[in-house]
């Protein structure tokens, strides 16, 4: 057993992560105060002025977004310090205006949307201008260990603690204390009151995106002296960052600073027990991320309806969706195209209009829950990877043939999708979203990469074989047989065929009802719950099919195939192709990661990270201009070509039986700013 | 025979307290099918508040009964199924939908048992209903017209064309005259006598007087939260306390 000295040292250590979770959080608490935006970048904001202050420090070199400057010799700790802060703010500005603002009333929707795309710019973006390694970072509180209470605690960790609960109140006396910030709180209330008190609501965003991001940075830099920077882990660590922001109803600053430094003393616990013989080998991965979920999972049952949603001025509306249709022309085109086209390639080609049709398939699952259901998952990829684990599992170990387990794996990522469906009965918006990516996380890192639950190689997965037709997309140099193709499209067919049965169905029209007015959807009869759960029930059985094809396209699974970033990429795609329609989908899958445009603009030329800065860049740019994505612009541009061709004027086709008013009956409008 | 037995609505001691404050004190409320029925009182009685607990989205206590079967512990959308249908003082249609969509929500509202047919059931539009309570409420030709192009009036009129659609054995209509011109209320008010005759009862809240006073069978008035008032319209121009309360002047000033 540990003597009582080793907790206190270990919690005093977990002090260190704390401070950094303060800082986050703070960062958080500031800018949803001031905008009502909940901005999951704001991790990767703050990672990249510690990644200057980093750079600064190694050998010099002063590195922007673009270009950078070589410093004739590393400038001292202070001037680091405050050319890092400074990149921070200059961030921070810019987030505002390019960002945040023109988002700032648009349906939660297009607001998380937009901070995700940030997100995975930024994480891009760092990989390409400081690489995606690990890089250690020069000590900016020194070590020196001091006796607290007798025992010989470090004072490294302690110092960090005071500085950032610090920084945390000089927040509050600001919003407390100052004009602006009141102007800011009320602001948060009613954004005429804080016109009334002269101040302009924007500016006052800007103010706190700046400070927010300026304290993030300096919560960052502190944390990567004693972790190391690495462009992933810092992404993510908004997460369990969030979980201490709702745990302080998303208003108190004293909750963020006792909430914060408990998680990460909880966490350095944890660290501590988990290592006794006792524990169980399969819990020891991912503890850290798993407890973050619990907490969010506990705060939103416990409180659920009474954490506050800030009031703004809701005028705008989520992208129109039509109801589909099954046209035997298209459908014919379509599918016989898209054989034709496997057909006629071989190798990489082939293999990439492969990857883009199972690609569709996990945009459609979002098409599902987000373009007609309206709820915000993020926790996708995690449905399809439990299909495929399961499938890798129940393939190889017990032998089942193709078709079944198939099937099999996919109901088990229904009831996934069914259980993360329950906090959707309570919450929704931006807390979904916290709660569907914590989830996405806790399973990736406890499920997915848990050594004693899946062996580092990978889990291999057998072949496909149908009445002893061999269907695998591997035999000897061909790397991507035809079989595998046409098994991937008839699944893939049959899957759009369930969608679209469902979506112009009654039960397409009652998730539309949902997404659109959930009080008026019950008056009218609609089983509030009981649609949510089919909804995540078809998503995750979409997404799940996807999954045991990306297991049978590898050959193998591995816990890369299904990161929490591979997810959102996928999000950033599927909703620049339009969110809304099957047609986003197919739009998704062609420009997914691997797809077919990936794979031919990779033999062009070698694109590593860029690719990832220009989906994170698209997703935002088309959240704030065309929320209904690239296919909801063609559909527009058609149905105006449509129009012009009968001579009629606008929207005389379709509005013959259209009553007097408001005679502008165009549907595909998505027009979206107000 | 009990009351509870009865046909048509009944809801007893309806209780309703907003962080203490009474919104809805033991309101008792009978509407018998066929006949329209009037709630009326100034702004803030809570007239409101007892359409949100008797369809079941504040939580309330007292007793909801309708025809025969007990209601007040049931969801929202299964007090819907049971007959009980409301529309919504700001319309709240499904804006992003045509007018017959918003109707099919209501007349098929989906579920678990129709996922199977929308997979591999055959088609049909239900286009007959669809026109039918269009053709009830006066909007017979805004079928295909997106929901949000429609005025606020009209909006209203589809939601009570979506309150009749499915089984319907009351309606409870929120303010659905506000925002129509006087010539439409008075073709509303026509309408509503004929949706009444047909089967359903009807509750009626509104501020239009005349509409009120002039269609309904028999009168409720509230103030602070209570029942001060029960009768027919012409007992009701007649009370001292409702012209006390509600309507300040004698009614032969605002009717008519």
């Known amino acids: 057993m540990w003597r009582v000295t080793t907790f206190i040292q270990f919690a005093v250590l977990g002090l260190g992560l704390g401070a950094v979770y303060v800082g986050l959080a703070t960062g958080l608490l500031l800018v949803h105060r001031a905008t009502g935006i909940i901005n999951f970048a704001q991790g990767a904001m703050g990672m ?129 204390f100052t004009r602006a910030g009141s102007a800011t709180r009320a602001a948060a209330e009613n954004e005429r009151g804080a016109a009334l008190m002269g101040f302009s609501p924007d500016r006052l965003a800007g103010f706190a995106i700046m400070l927010s991001t300026v304290i993030s940075t300096a919560a960052v830099i502190l944390g990567s002296s004693i972790t190391g920077l690495n462009p992933e882990n810092y992404t993510l660590i908004v997460v369990p960052a969030l979980a201490v922001l709702l745990l302080a109803r998303l208003e108190s600053i004293a909750l963020v600073c006792v909430g914060g430094l408990a998680l990460g003393v909880l966490q350095s616990e944890l660290n501590l027990v988990s290592t006794s013989e006792w524990w169980p080998t399969w819990a020891k991965s991912g503890l850290d991320q798993v407890v973050p979920f619990l907490i969010v999972m506990v705060i939103l049952f416990a409180f659920g309806k009474r954490l506050p949603s800030r009031g703004s001025l809701q005028t705008v509306r989520l992208p129109d969706v039509t109801l589909p249709r099954i046209r035997l022309l298209p459908a014919v085109l379509l599918i016989g195209g898209a054989a034709l086209a496997v057909s006629l390639t071989s190798g990489q080609i082939r293999f990439g209009i492969t990857s883009s049709m199972i690609m569709m398939l996990l945009a459609l699952s979002y098409v ?78 406890f499920v997915f990469g848990n050594y004693s639950l899946t062996p580092p190689e990978g ?124 047609g986003g989908a197919l739009v998704a899958g062609l420009i997914a990661p691997l797809g077919i445009l990936y794979v031919v603009l990779h033999q062009l030329f070698e694109m590593g990270n860029y690719y990832a800065l220009i989906t994170g860049i698209g997703l935002m740019i088309t959240a704030i201009l065309h929320p209904s994505g690239i296919a909801g612009e063609v559909h527009r541009a058609i149905a105006a070509l449509r129009r012009k061709q009968r001579g009629g004027p606008a929207g005389a086709g379709t509005a013959d039986a259209a009553a007097e008013p408001g005679d502008d009956p165009s549907r595909k409008d998505p027009s979206h700013a107000s | 025979m009990p009351v509870e037995a009865e046909a048509g609505l009944h809801a007893s001691d309806i209780t309703v307290s907003y962080g203490g404050v009474l919104a809805n004190d033991r309101v008792t409320l009978d509407v018998t099918p066929g006949q329209v029925v009037g709630l009326i009182g100034p702004n803030g009685a809570g ?38 249908s409301r529309t919504w003082q700001s319309g709240e249609l499904f804006s992003n939908l045509t007018v017959a969509e918003n109707i099919m929500v209501a007349a098929r509202p989906g579920g678990l048992r129709r996922v199977w047919h929308d997979i591999f059931g055959r088609r049909d539009r239900a286009s007959d209903l669809v026109a039918n309570v269009l053709r009830t ?73 005349s509409l009120v006073l002039g269609v309904c069978d028999r009168v409720y008035v509230m103030e602070f939260g209570k029942v001060i008032f029960a009768g027919t319209p012409a007992q009701a121009r007649r009370d001292p306390a409702v012209v006390a309360a509600y309507l300040g002047v004698p009614m032969e000033a605002s009717h008519d």
């Open chain 1, 48 to 176: 990249w002025g510690a990644y200057v202050f980093a750079q600064l420090q190694v050998d010099g070199t002063l590195v922007f977004p673009v270009g950078q400057l070589y410093l004739p010799e590393p400038p001292g700790v202070v001037l680091s310090l405050f050319i890092a802060l400074l990149m921070g703010l200059l961030l921070g500005i810019l987030a505002h205006y390019l960002v945040f603002r023109p988002v700032r009333h648009a349906p939660v929707l297009a607001q998380v949307v937009v901070s995700i795309g940030l997100m995975v710019a930024i994480q891009a973006l760092v990989v390409i201008r400081f690489g995606p390694n690990n890089i250690a970072v020069d000590e900016v509180v020194p070590r020196v260990d001091i006796a607290l209470v007798g025992v010989a605690v470090s004072g490294r960790e302690l110092v960090m603690a005071v500085l950032m609960v610090g920084l945390a109140a000089l927040v509050w006396v600001y919003l407390q």
């Open chain 1, 368 to 445: 599902v829950i987000t373009g007609y259901l309206g709820q915000i998952s993020l926790a996708q990829l995690a449905f399809a990877g439990a299909a495929g684990f399961t499938l890798s599992k129940i393939a190889t170990a017990w032998g089942l043939p193709f078709p079944l387990a198939v099937l099999l794996s996919s109901v088990v990522a229904i009831l996934l999708g069914m259980l993360v469906a329950l906090p959707a009965f309570r919450i929704r918006g931006a807390q979904l979203a916290i709660t569907t990516m914590a989830a996405a996380l806790a399973i990736e890192r």
């Open chain 1, 459 to 582: 889990n291999p997965i057998a072949e496909p074989m149908i009445g002893g037709v061999n269907f695998a997309v591997r035999e000897g140099r061909d790397l991507a047989r035809l079989e595998f193709s046409v098994l991937v499209l008839v699944v893939a067919a049959l899957a759009v065929l369930l969608f679209i049965r469902l979506a112009s169905g009654d039960t397409g029209r009652a998730f539309l009802a949902v997404r659109s007015n959930e009080r008026a959807a019950a008056s009218a009869g609609i089983n509030v719950r009981m649609t949510k759960l089919i909804g995540f029930g078809l998503s995750a059985f979409i997404a799940g099919l996807a999954g045991c094809l990306i297991g049978y396209s590898h050959g193998q699974l591995s816990a890369e195939s299904f990161e929490v970033f591979v997810g959102l990429q996928i999000l950033a795609v599927a909703y620049v192709g339009g969110i809304t329609s099957f």
């Open chain 2, 47 to 84: 007239k409101t508040t007892f359409v949100d607990a008797v369809t079941g989205f504040t939580a309330a206590e007292g007793q909801v009964w309708l025809a025969g079967t007990r209601l007040d512990e049931l969801a929202p959308h299964h007090r819907r199924a049971a007959g009980l």
């Open chain 2, 137 to 209: 409420v006066g909007l017979a030709d805004a079928e295909e017209t997106i929901a949000r192009d429609l005025t606020l009036g009209q909006q209203k009129l589809v939601g009570v064309a979506r309150a009749m659609a499915g089984r319907c054995g009351l309606l409870l209509l929120d303010e659905p005259a506000a925002g129509l011109d006087s010539a439409e209320s008075a073709a509303f008010a026509e309408r509503l006598r004929a949706i009444a005759a047909d089967g359903p009862g009807v509750l009626l809240i509104d501020h239009d007087m």
